[in-house]
């Protein structure tokens, strides 16, 4: 089994890296931009499950190179993991356009780009699991990451379409939408420690869910309850809340 | 963020970064006042901890594993627990290894931990070939016994204080088996607990639980136990059921009834005829790891470990008269340990010398520390020191005295501007 991992210098796809290499040791492509970190990842891999592992480079932003990175893989994988993504911060975002197109670009539109390659090769070969890293940010809109919100909530309607238009091909879709989660990402901030997942845990549920082919994963279970209590909320009352 | 050692005691605020390539970790060590690092937090007291920590957790990578040699080169921020995990399968432990495999590789080195074959195979520094270190002007040296081996001396047992360290090349010892044969022989007091560590000189590892709170007769009453490694082949490791304790709890809980009341059960329990048993790496050597948060069941206030060594001459008397000290205190440790250690290595801060260690976990509470304060004349006066990974409240003078060596770690310290980028809020109390 071959895993393409793209955005693999992130935590969550670290550790989904190690999950399904233990598990089924799947070989795998470690594709994101800094080489000399994913080189020693890959190594590691290797040493940790006796996989075979390998580095390329890999940036959302330059689409003109994401057809032949996908075409020169050999054998092409069986499982692709879009787990990049780009938190940036709002409050510059809303003054400095720069820094939303990036919030917009890395989230979404260098999602399709690559993916839609990938779904043409899944499509042709008749089968094949295309896991989207999305955010439960995309259930809703709200004041404090909007953008970030709205790049991912089209992230999760474009993997709704893509999950439509495959699955009569034998091919599945599965989103997944993290709630909090400690990571590079979210170093920053100040989480609510018993709710918020670690990458191992946010790795365990998704191998869990991708053995099963659940279809939207949220983890941990509950912020699927979560976010239906937030979007449950009226909006008269929610546009003056400061969530 | 809030910061503290496993004693709990004392609680900082402190600015912590983290680091995945050396290009970071340089950059680190130049912000600021400089600090310290900070693995996984095993050390009890104020060791790993200053106002501003560089956490090695997320430079915690494999790099290269020999298969017919046994040798791995790893990244600092690695844990034994998964060196273990990775390696034992394949048929390779640790040469040497604490009571904890929750710590880190740099930890271990810059503690110079034991375990309990030390009176056979020396400190962790044993097992290292070499190791990369990052110096407060940004280079990094190779270090091992012939390059730079004044920077390794001083490095390991080092306590972080030389410099940031980067990478290690650790040899480890092949194993058939997942298991040790254990023996178990109770001791009816200290002179009996002596008598069978020399008996089980020859035994690959040993050490004693002491119930410290008894007196007169049965003073220094112990279980010793010692153990191989099994041969059987069998190297599949058993997840065994943890427990966890969720919340700290009340103060009053671990107290002197109690915990006579535990020594007496604990004591009890071993059969008078020695017992040989087949036990898991895990319950043989990590008892503790098994609990996680164990430490919170000294309540909110934390605690401190009391380590101390005696050389082999005046170990029984010091020993003596530290157990009659803490008996008629009233202060009573939940958990004791005692052990023989072999000869103390070339590394101008490691702890070990030839003769008995013994462990104290102590509540913290307003009249230990005067208490402390006797037990460090006692040891100073038979020639003792501490164990500066337990220690929290030493005071210098305590210090300088069991370091002979002190003097060549200052100068090796100094010599590479280190004070001025590595320091913890150890370093500054004991003033080096």
């Not at chain 1, 893989?73 to 197109?101: C, I, S």
């Not at chain 2, 900082?12 to 390539?21: H, P, R, S, V």
């Not at chain 2, 200053?50 to 690695?78: Q, W």
Request: hydrophobic share 40%.
């Amino acid at each position: 089994m071959k895993l393409l991992i793209l955005g693999a210098n992130s935590d969550i796809a670290y550790a989904i890296a190690n999950r399904f290499a233990q598990a089924k040791k799947a070989d795998m492509v470690l594709a994101s931009r800094n080489l000399d970190l994913l080189h020693k990842k890959a190594r590691e891999l290797m040493i940790r499950h006796g996989v075979d592992a390998s580095a390329i480079e890999f940036d959302t932003g330059a689409y003109a190179t994401h057809a032949s990175l996908y075409h020169q893989l050999d054998p092409k994988p069986d499982v692709v993991v879009a787990a990049f993504g780009y938190f940036g911060t709002q409050a510059r975002a809303q003054q400095d356009f720069e820094e939303a197109r990036r919030i917009i670009e890395t989230n979404f539109t260098g999602a399709v780009s690559i993916l839609e390659i990938v779904a043409a090769d899944f499509q042709k070969r008749g089968s094949g699991t295309i896991i989207g890293i999305s955010s439960v940010a995309g259930d809703r809109g709200r004041q404090s990451n909007y953008i970030y919100g709205a790049a991912k909530s089209a992230f999760s309607t474009y993997l709704d379409g893509l999950r439509n238009r495959l699955a009569r091909h034998g091919v599945h879709v599965m989103t997944v939408k993290p709630g909090f989660a400690h990571t590079k990402m979210t170093a920053g901030m100040d989480l609510p420690g018993p709710i918020t997942a670690s990458a191992e845990q946010v790795a365990g549920d998704i191998y869990t869910a991708w053995l099963t082919s659940k279809n939207t994963l949220y983890t941990r279970w509950f912020w699927r309850w979560i976010m239906a209590i937030i979007r449950a909320i009226p909006e008269p009352l929610f546009k003056r809340m400061q969530l | 963020m809030k910061l503290h050692g496993w004693g709990r005691y004392p609680v900082i605020e402190a600015e912590a970064d983290y680091f995945e390539t050396r290009a970071q970790a340089a950059d680190l060590i130049h912000t600021g006042s400089g600090g310290i690092a900070h693995g996984l937090g095993k050390s009890y007291g104020d060791s790993a901890l200053s106002p501003h920590v560089i956490m090695t957790r997320r430079y915690n990578k494999l790099l290269a594993f020999d298969a017919d040699r046994g040798v791995v080169r790893c990244e600092c921020g690695v844990s034994l627990a998964e060196l273990i995990d990775t390696f034992l399968p394949k048929g390779w432990f640790l040469k040497v290894t604490p009571g904890t495999k929750l710590i880190t590789v740099g930890g271990a080195i810059a503690s110079d931990v034991h375990g309990k074959n030390h009176h056979s195979a020396g400190c962790f520094s044993e097992s290292v070939l070499s190791l990369e270190l990052l110096l407060p002007d940004g280079t990094v040296k190779t270090c091992d016994r012939h390059a730079n081996p004044d920077l390794f001396r001083a490095t390991c047992g080092g306590m972080g204080l030389t410099g940031l360290i980067l990478e290690a090349t650790l040899q480890l010892q092949p194993v058939t088996s997942a298991y040790i044969r254990e023996r178990i022989t109770r001791c009816r007091n200290l002179a009996e607990a002596f008598d069978q560590f020399e008996a089980y000189r020859r035994s690959t590892y040993s050490v004693a639980w002491i119930d410290c709170l008894a007196r007169g007769e049965a003073s220094g009453r112990s279980v010793l136990m010692t153990g191989e490694h099994d041969d059987d082949g069998d190297l599949a490791v058993q997840p065994a059921p943890g427990g966890a304790i969720p919340f700290e709890l009340p103060g009053f809980v671990l107290n002197k009834y109690s915990v006579a009341l535990f020594n007496q059960l604990y004591y009890c329990l071993h059969p008078s005829r020695p017992k040989t048993q087949r036990t898991t790496l895990d319950a043989f050597f990590y008892p503790l790891d098994r609990i996680a948060n164990w430490n919170r069941m000294y309540g909110a206030r934390g605690f401190t470990q009391y380590q101390l060594v005696f050389p082999k001459a005046a170990s029984y008397r010091g020993i003596r008269r530290v157990l009659d000290n803490v008996s008629a205190s009233g202060i009573g440790s939940f958990l004791a340990v005692l052990k023989l250690f072999g000869p103390e290595n070339d590394n101008y801060l490691s702890f070990p010398m030839e003769g008995y260690t013994l462990t104290f976990d102590f509540k913290i509470q307003k009249r230990l520390f005067a208490l402390l304060d006797r037990l460090d004349a006692i040891v100073t006066a038979h020639g003792g020191r501490l164990y500066l990974t337990k220690d929290v409240r030493m005071p210098r003078r305590t210090f300088q005295a069991g370091y002979p060596r002190l003097d060549q770690f200052l100068s090796v310290r100094a010599h590479y501007d280190a004070p001025a980028r590595f320091h913890s809020l150890q370093s500054k109390r004991l003033g080096i």
